[in-house]
């Protein structure tokens, strides 16, 4: 899967890093949304297009967190130690790739498929995911 040729954070995470429990992970996250923030969402006076981006955000932190939450579970029950951290980790992954998305659609020169685009993608991928490594180690 080569993960570092990602040209983005959700490349890595949506197509080169351990895909087995992905679809497990949206699942949960898209039900815990539509059953908790989405009847929230009705309820206020917002644009279709805003509405739905808020939902897919909400979505992709949701799985995140579910990944964050089963990571620390296995630390804890591998090493008997809770801190956090994996959960910290995986939530700041969630955020980035939405953040990676809003920049997308405001900002379409940085998603341009041309060399010099691709190469600044691909160094900011993986300078975040060195940048937040360390709180995967223990």
Known sequence: DAPWLASSLSDFWGNRWHQMLRYYFQGIGCTFVNATIRPVLRYL?????????????????????MSGILHEHVAYCVA????????????????AVVFESVMGRKCPFLVANVPMAQRLRRVGTIGFLVLTAPLCIT
């Open 45 to 65: 006076a917002l644009p279709w297009h805003v509405h739905q981006e808020m939902l897919s955000a909400a979505r992709v932190l949701a799985a995140f967190i």
């Open 80 to 95: 008997g130690t809770f801190d956090g951290r994996l959960l910290v980790f995986f939530f700041l992954q969630g955020l």
